[in-house]
């Protein structure tokens, strides 16, 4: 079966990290053979790809400008590829993917990642309309539309009028013990020396690019809070454009009792051993539809403070900690009521959510998820 993905973009982020690792689970069965187009850059996610012996085809568009163009190299490219499927990912490509899908007369599979479009929350207008438009074509071009939340998909049907009949809920999935291995082999006092990061504190993790739906501004005033009364801890940030260069974050930052106690490091490509080094992990959305990066810090066995947005909750499943998101007092608190166990509890509390990922998203789980969809779509 050949499947054809279709994506805006593949810079590192949760959407692509998951179509990576759906093809990467299918890279020894060879009734599958994946290929992508992003509509835009090939990314370090496309690069990876490349890599692995998988075609990736990049399409350039750099505006709303260049949206017929890129509609007629898809048309032209799924002519090329003459795919069974074509799986697209995220709102532009779900309509673009889906139109040159409706002209192609192929079948097409949407995929929705996120619970809330808001505008001013770091979403653009376009992406708004975009949304809207593909609301009103659920009834006619996708064959299913998988959520990748159940939060998404109540949302995407009561708020945006999709096609309930179509949507199904496929999480993420994750290889646990691969992750594992990799936190158990990090050579964990030689990466704390490389990154700067003295090893007598309590380290508390976050990961996530910097923009509005991440909520940077709660997390560092709840880490203020903390940093008032205690000064044995250290804040490890991680992600795209969260580094000494972003002024905005610097901001927030200097305005602390305590800079110092936060080390910024960017985008990385190591995220599990970066988790092995992180004695709590802090998820500070306001918005998520299946937040990636706490299903990873969840295999690697960190007790867990997340902010009760898309299917976070429903992930750690009580064993972790959930408050209300855009609330600095509460999530200091939570975090705080974590500090106060004792380094067993709260290894008790990580096991406990390494093995709800277990029982509940591994990547075994969502390969036959997977499976039963694309074949009830080609036998359609």
């Not at 750099?62 to 032209?76: E, M, Q």
């Not at 007369?105 to 376009?126: D, L, M, P």
């Not at 990066?293 to 900690?321: F, K, N």
Request: glycine share 6%; charged share 20%.
């Amino acid at each position: 079966m050949k499947i054809l993905h279709m994506i805006i973009g593949l810079n590192v982020g949760g959407a692509e990290n998951s179509l990576k690792r759906l093809i990467e689970i299918h890279k020894d069965n060879q009734n599958y053979q994946h290929c992508v187009i992003s509509l835009t850059t090939i990314g370090k996610i496309g690069e990876q790809l490349q890599v692995s012996g998988i075609e990736v085809k990049a399409l350039g568009m750099t505006s709303a400008f260049s949206v017929p163009i890129t509609l007629w190299r898809l048309i032209k490219s799924i002519r090329h590829i003459n795919p069974d499927i074509i799986h697209t990912w995220m709102y532009h490509a779900d309509l673009l993917g889906g139109l040159a899908a409706y002209f192609t007369q192929k079948k097409v599979i949407w995929s929705i990642r996120n619970t809330h479009v808001a505008i001013g929350s770091g979403t653009a207008k376009t992406t708004k309309y975009i949304m809207w438009l593909c609301a009103k074509l659920s009834y006619k071009i996708p064959s299913k539309i998988i959520c990748v939340a159940n939060a998404a998909k109540i949302s995407h049907y009561k708020n945006y009028r999709y096609d309930n009949k179509k949507m199904i809920v496929i999480p993420n999935g994750y290889a646990i013990d691969a992750i594992q291995k990799m936190v158990i082999n990090t050579q964990k006092e030689k990466l704390l020396t490389e990154l700067k990061i003295r090893n007598d504190k309590i380290i508390i993790g976050s990961i996530g690019r910097f923009n509005d739906y991440k909520d940077f501004p709660t997390f560092i005033k709840s880490a203020n809070i903390l940093l008032m009364s205690q000064q044995n801890l250290q804040f490890l940030l991680i992600g795209r454009d969260v580094d000494e260069n972003n002024k905005s974050l610097m901001s927030l930052i200097s305005d602390t009792v305590s800079p110092n106690a936060f080390v910024l490091l960017g985008e990385r490509n190591n995220i599990p051993e970066l988790l092995s080094l992180m004695d709590i992990f802090c998820l500070h959305s306001i918005s998520e539809g299946f937040p990636n990066v706490l299903g990873e810090a969840m295999c690697a066995g960190l007790p867990c403070v997340t902010t009760d947005v898309g299917d976070a909750a429903l992930m750690v499943g009580g064993h972790g900690s959930v408050v209300p998101h855009s609330n600095p007092e509460k999530l200091a608190a939570a975090l705080q009521a974590m500090l106060d166990l004792s380094p067993q509890e709260r290894t008790n509390i990580g096991q406990a959510l390494s093995q709800r990922i277990r029982d509940h998203y591994s990547i075994t789980n969502i390969q036959q998820a997977y499976k039963a969809l694309y074949h009830e779509v080609f036998n359609s």
